[in-house]
């Protein structure tokens, strides 16, 4: 019997899709496995609305995100909603009323879909898993590495060994370009600044161009930059953001000696509501950000660091994971054994004429044949 619908009706919006067997399983799996990693660190795990009520949700830090949030009109209350572009707001909502009373630093972790107006990806997806963990409550270089050592972690955990950390501070181009330039000509340094055009920087920087070159141009291995930071004539406001970078990397070597750290100093880009040090996470050799994350302001005064996972980018990076093996069951045959030996069971509802190909039909590995636990390809 054909039981197929009209194609029309598989036709999605752009940008979402299906995710089917197996690659389904596997991002359940993988996220899972992060989120265990998470809770033995002392994170505990929160769940936020998919969405909330528009001038709660882009309040705030959130307020960043108004562009990407598709908004609804909530038909009990009347008040627009919007759908998450991103968890973190959520998470500092939660900190700042549900929690406030909460022993501080407060440790929180979640996982769950964003939706949003435009894809930021190459891949073109609206709807993206996020994974990913707050730490709130402590300003110190040991809870910024700790946000990134557990990130690094948890990726190490699916398979991911070779991982790098770029760090910056986006705090600072604004500040210095603020105070090299003004109108029209601090616009177009900006942009010559996040373009990496180092002519242009030296054209346009004034008294401060060779500063701005020498960190433009410092930007690579973390020794260099960090160098090029304490040579560099910043403004006294700027100076502990430059010290707290610092003390960050030697925490990190401490702790991962065989971690690649790189530094940008004058890169801001996609860092908007961030303060302090922030990074990104890479794989060598796979183009994509696997997250990204750093120090912000929770709700109106309170220091937070954070990070965040691009689920779907992660699992793009990592291992194919081994297939799971799964048994054919004939009627009547019992598989707890099985299940609590780390099979999948597949029972059959009626009898069938041969185990052995009714097992490959389903997909099975395994097929349960006289009593013997059996692997297909040797049947």
Same mark, same amino acid.
Not at 2 to 16: E, H, I, T, W
Not at 22 to 43: D, I, L, N, S
Not at 258 to 263: A, Q, S, Y
């Given at each position: 019997?054909?039981?197929?619908?009209?194609?029309?009706?598989?036709?999605?919006?752009?940008?979402?899709?299906?995710?089917?067997?197996?690659?389904?399983?596997?991002? @359940?799996? &993988?996220?899972?496995? %992060? +989120?265990? /990693?998470?809770?033995?660190?002392?994170? $505990?795990?929160?769940?936020?609305? =998919?969405?909330?009520?528009?001038?709660?949700?882009l309040g705030g830090s959130g307020a960043a995100l108004a562009e990407q949030s598709f908004r609804?009109?909530?038909?009990?209350?009347?008040?627009?909603?919007?759908?998450?572009?991103?968890?973190?707001?959520?998470?500092?909502?939660?900190?700042?009323?549900?929690?406030?009373?909460?022993?501080?630093?407060?440790?929180?972790?979640?996982?769950?879909?964003?939706?949003?107006?435009?894809?930021?990806?190459?891949?073109?997806?609206?709807?993206?898993?996020?994974?990913?963990?707050?730490?709130?409550?402590?300003?110190? @270089?040991? &809870?910024?590495?700790? %946000? +990134?050592? /557990?990130?690094?972690?948890?990726?190490? $955990?699916?398979?991911?060994?070779? =991982?790098?950390l770029d760090l910056t501070l986006p705090a600072l181009a604004p500040v210095l370009v603020a105070a090299a330039a003004t109108g029209e000509n601090a616009r177009l340094l900006a942009r010559a600044l996040d373009r990496k055009d180092a002519a242009q920087v030296a054209a346009l920087g004034g008294a401060a161009a060779p500063m701005l070159t020498d960190l433009l141009l410092a930007a690579g291995p973390a020794d260099q930059a960090l160098a090029a930071l304490a040579a560099a004539d910043l403004p006294a406001a700027m100076r502990p953001l430059a010290d707290r970078l610092t003390q960050v990397v030697a925490l990190l070597r401490a702790r991962a000696p065989?971690?690649?750290?790189?530094?940008d100093p004058v890169e801001f880009r996609g860092f908007r509501y961030h303060t302090g040090v922030t990074f990104t996470v890479f794989s060598p050799g796979f183009g994509e950000e696997l997250g990204r994350g750093g120090r912000y302001v929770c709700g109106d005064a309170e220091p937070a660091t954070g990070l965040t996972l691009f689920a779907d980018s992660v699992l793009r990076a990592a291992p194919i994971p081994a297939a799971r093996q799964t048994v054919f069951l004939p009627v009547g045959a019992d598989g707890a054994a099985l299940r609590a030996a780390g099979y999948a069971t597949v029972a059959a509802l009626a009898a069938v004429d041969s185990i052995a190909s009714e097992a490959r039909r389903l997909g099975c590995t395994h097929a349960m044949i006289d009593g013997q636990l059996s692997v297909l390809k040797e049947i």
């Open positions: 019997m054909d039981n197929a619908l009209p194609a029309s009706l598989a036709l999605l919006p752009a940008g979402l899709c299906d995710l089917l067997p197996p690659e389904a399983e596997t991002e @359940a799996r &993988a996220v899972e496995t %992060v +989120m265990a /990693v998470f809770a033995a660190h002392g994170y $505990a795990r929160v769940r936020p609305p =998919l969405l909330e009520f528009e001038d709660s949700l609804v009109m909530d038909p009990d209350s009347h008040r627009m909603m919007a759908f998450r572009a991103d968890i973190t707001p959520q998470i500092a909502r939660i900190a700042t009323t549900r929690l406030t009373n909460a022993a501080r630093p407060l440790r929180l972790s979640y996982a769950g879909q964003c939706i949003r107006t435009r894809s930021l990806q190459r891949e073109g997806e609206r709807q993206v898993p996020q994974v990913g963990i707050e730490l709130i409550g402590h300003d110190s @270089a040991a &809870a910024d590495a700790e %946000v +990134m050592l /557990v990130g690094v972690e948890a990726l190490v $955990a699916i398979g991911l060994d070779r =991982l790098s065989g971690l690649k750290i790189t530094i």
